[in-house]
């Protein structure tokens, strides 16, 4: 086996370019990563490698083989299949690496963040929903220096960026969210989709499982007339009765 093989072909399920094969064909079933859409990338733990998929290929077909691996300081391919070029998304990917110490992101083109960037304005905001409990505040417990999550008294808050013809063209508007929310594990890019990431794939995964479920509710909300963030007891003002 070569050594940039060695990379990619490991018996461990949960060795990042397996988990990304596994994942991308979950999400592809669940609607999210449809018609070439979409991606995953995983920072490899113990080397700290960046896995990223082609660019252009059916989520669900991919293989270990097909990925891209990256050096993380020198942004180096170590590994580049001839076949393919490398997703779109993976300046977006690196700046979340970089600037969020992100150990996974998610791109999924899910048409709940579709139908939400219709609906909101610059940013999407739901409240008082137990759900909302799976997503970090962004904040640390200063005793056990664990991260700590949202409240159910809490209103999540995740900005809204406008599309561009390329996918690299977001990397701007990307960067001032970091700045302007600087607690958010999420970017919804209106009429394409969201971005989620987390300090693992196994947290990425929850919290972009939590959101989108956030989203169709909030679209549910929304269509009764009740504003996702109202307060709690406020929905019945809201709901058109008899
Ligand atoms: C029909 S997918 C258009 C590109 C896109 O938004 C995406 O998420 C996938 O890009 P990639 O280069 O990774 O195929
Ligand atoms: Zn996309």
Redesign the pocket.
């Known amino acids: 086996m070569s050594s940039e093989d060695t990379l990619i072909h490991s018996d461990d399920p949960r060795h990042p370019a397996n988990l990304i094969c596994t994942l991308c064909k979950q999400f592809f079933y669940n609607n999210w990563c449809t ?5 995953i990338s995983i920072k490899d733990p113990e080397t700290s490698h960046y896995y990223l ?5 059916q989520k669900e077909q991919m293989r270990p083989e097909d990925l891209f691996v990256m050096d993380a300081q020198t942004l180096d391919y170590l590994r580049a299949p001839k076949l393919y ?1 490398p ?3 993976t300046p977006l990917f690196v700046a979340c690496y970089q600037k969020k110490d992100a150990g996974a992101i998610i ?1 999924t ?1 899910s048409q709940n963040a579709v139908v939400c960037s219709l609906i909101f304005g610059d940013e999407f905001r739901i409240a008082n929903i137990e759900q909302i409990k799976a997503i970090p505040s962004g904040k640390v417990d200063p005793v056990t220096m664990k991260p700590i999550a949202l409240s159910f008294f809490d209103t999540l808050r995740i900005p809204i960026i406008e599309n561009m013809a390329h ?1 690299d063209e977001l990397i701007d508007d990307l960067h001032k969210t970091f700045i302007d929310y600087p607690n958010t594990c999420a970017v919804i890019v209106r009429r ?2 969201i971005f989620v990431w987390g300090p693992a794939i196994d947290k990425a995964k929850i919290f972009n499982e939590a959101i989108d479920y956030l989203m169709e509710l909030a679209i549910k909300m929304h269509k009764l007339g009740i504003p996702p963030d109202c307060g709690i007891g406020e929905e019945k003002k809201h709901l058109a009765g008899p």
Do not use: I, L, Y
Request: aromatic share 0%; glycine share 32%.
């Open positions: 018609g070439t859409g979409g991606g998929a082609p660019s252009g290929v070029k997703s779109a998304c791109h083109h996918e394409h989709g």
